[in-house]
């Protein structure tokens, strides 16, 4: 019917706050004829940057350890988003996720730059090693 149901979303919180998508764990359960699809978008910014569509059924499962296959970002790797949307088109299967596999990319750690009261007391040091030297007459 075109309709689809929202599972997750993932919004970064902050700024500047972003990430990338990688993989997801995606089980099934339902019919085993019946076609489960789960799309992943990731947006910046209010922007939609890709769309990676996975699909699955319960019969393609069996054989699998717990029932559970792993699916990688194709469009979504390597993009740098700040909203992740996984939905599901509704139908007779019952979509899971699990491990959803997401890395921060957004600002990195600030660098550590010295203090000028460091500054100061390193030159200080450096004064009173050379005033006792001359004090001392060597």
């Known amino acids: ?45 209010g922007n939609l940057v890709a769309t990676d569509v996975f699909s699955l059924n319960a019969s393609s499962l069996s054989g699998l350890p717990d029932g559970w296959t792993t699916k990688n970002a194709v469009n979504l790797s ?21 491990n959803l596999v997401v890395n921060a990319t957004g600002a990195s750690a600030p660098t550590g730059t010295p203090e000028p009261a460091s500054l100061l007391l390193v030159g200080v040091g450096v004064l009173g090693l050379g005033a006792a030297r001359r004090w001392r007459g060597v």
Request: proline share 6%.
């Open 1 to 45: 019917n075109g309709t689809s149901d929202v599972l997750l979303e993932i919004v970064s919180a902050g700024a500047p706050s972003t990430f990338t998508f990688s993989a997801l764990d995606y089980s099934v359960v339902g019919p085993s004829s019946s076609a489960q699809t789960i799309t992943v978008s990731g947006a910046l910014g």
């Open 78 to 98: 390597g993009r740098t988003i700040d909203q992740l949307v996984i939905s599901f088109d509704p139908g007779t299967n019952t979509p899971y996720i699990d």
